[in-house]
């Protein structure tokens, strides 16, 4: 998954979580957490959206690798390896 195809992944994802949530404007090292304002639920939400629609399981230990869009784009793109 390219980074351009993991943004727009996320970006889908959220709208559905957090539909105010603007991530053209978040940074690729930005945490998402506080760039966008999400809390804890909206995060998992986000992980659950990541895993549904790739079909990758993600370990509990992992979620601090999707902090950050740099991080979501580095986690699945070493899916395609």
């Avoid at 998954?1 to 970006?11: C, F, Y």
């Avoid at 959220?14 to 809390?39: K, N, T």
Wanted: aromatic share 6%.
């Amino acid at each position: 998954m390219t980074p351009s195809e993991t943004k727009r992944l996320v970006a889908e994802i959220l709208a559905a979580i957090a539909p105010e949530a603007d991530i053209s404007a978040v940074a690729g090292d930005a945490d998402l957490r506080e760039a966008l304002d999400l809390d804890s639920i909206d995060f998992l939400n986000l992980v659950t959206g990541l895993h549904e629609r790739t079909g990758r399981p993600i370990p509990e230990a992992d979620y601090p690798r999707l902090f950050t869009l740099d991080g979501i784009a580095g986690y699945f793109g070493a899916a395609a390896d």
